[in-house]
């Protein structure tokens, strides 16, 4: 068995950039190709996939403790903000939103989900939208899931009230235009 490494323990809630949140269920010593290495060993319970990372190389793939709660409140407030959606291509825009999601940035993968939401009334969004748009959301909420000690579901469902309340707010600041 490994010592425990300076910043995650077992039990810890992390979030690796690539995959989400995910926790660590071991810390592992094992010798590849003669070298000893010293490993995270992570379980993405979504994916039912178990992760090694070593524990010299976590930083550098961008592994962290869960987001601090100003973090979260700035991921809150962005998703209350107006879409920002660039006149390019799709395919510019959906390679920026899938960098966004992967970079696990809280207040970036906000962003996605903020700019491709649709109320009912909205066009219909495309397919590839529609799956950058789960990706997020499901990211945004697996991370709060964590923080609040929550399920998923409970989680999603704040974020969705979140943006339905930013949608109801400005049909009626476009009702009192009109009037």
Do not use: C
């Amino acid at each position: 068995m490994a010592a425990k490494a300076p910043g995650f323990s077992v039990g810890d809630h992390v979030v690796y950039p690539k995959h989400g949140v995910g926790r660590i269920v071991e810390l592992q010593a094992t010798e590849i190709a003669g070298a000893k290495l010293e490993l995270y060993v992570l379980r993405f319970e979504k994916e039912r996939m178990t992760l090694r990372v070593p524990m010299n190389k976590a930083e550098a793939v961008g592994m962290r403790k869960l987001s601090s709660q100003a973090t979260l409140a700035d991921a809150m407030t962005t998703l209350k903000g107006k879409p920002k959606v660039k006149r390019t291509m799709w395919s510019r825009r959906a390679q920026e939103y899938e960098a966004k999601i992967n970079s696990g940035d809280l207040v970036s993968i906000a962003e996605v989900v903020r700019d491709l939401h649709r109320a009912e009334d909205q066009p219909e969004q495309s397919y590839s939208e529609r799956q950058i748009y789960e990706a997020a959301i499901g990211r945004l909420a697996r991370e709060l899931a964590a923080m609040e000690g929550v399920d998923e579901a409970a989680a999603q469902t704040k974020i969705e009230e979140v943006l339905m309340k930013k949608l109801a707010g400005a049909k009626a600041q476009q009702d009192a235009v009109a009037a």
